[in-house]
């Protein structure tokens, strides 16, 4: 793996899939696709994240709503692109959500936001700008 990012998948775990949707779509601008799950033994509902699977450097994934996992208090964190970080943490509070650290210079590497979505999941939204 010659400095290929290895990370390929990501899942946010919900509680309220309609609400998560909204919020996600709203603050990336974006559509998520409703994909058909194979039958599981516990039944399970994924929206995706654009994003082409064969690309070998961006990650995607999807929102998942699946009994027995509960959203939020998880300790990974999913850094979104962005042109301008600020953008999205100007939609964040609209969608339903919280800015939990506003933009923030990471010196060379950048600027971060830090935002709680509606489920209670922290996320991190990157940008050079």
């Known amino acids: 793996m010659k400095n290929e990012n290895p990370v390929v998948w990501f899942e946010i775990y919900v509680n309220d899939m309609s609400r998560a949707q909204k919020f996600y779509e709203f603050v990336f601008s974006i559509k998520l696709a409703d994909i058909p799950m194979p039958d599981m033994n516990t039944p399970m509902k994924m929206l995706f994240f654009p994003g082409d699977m064969e690309s070998k450097n961006r990650a995607t994934g999807a929102l998942v709503q699946v009994e027995g996992i509960e959203a939020g208090g998880n300790s990974t964190l999913v850094y979104f692109y962005s042109d ?32 709680t979505d509606t489920e209670g999941n922290m996320i991190g939204i990157h940008s050079m700008n």
């Open 84 to 115: 301008d970080c600020s953008v999205e943490e100007a939609k964040i509070e609209a969608a339903g959500g919280s800015v939990f650290r506003p933009k923030m210079s990471i010196g060379e590497y950048g600027f971060i936001v830090l935002a």
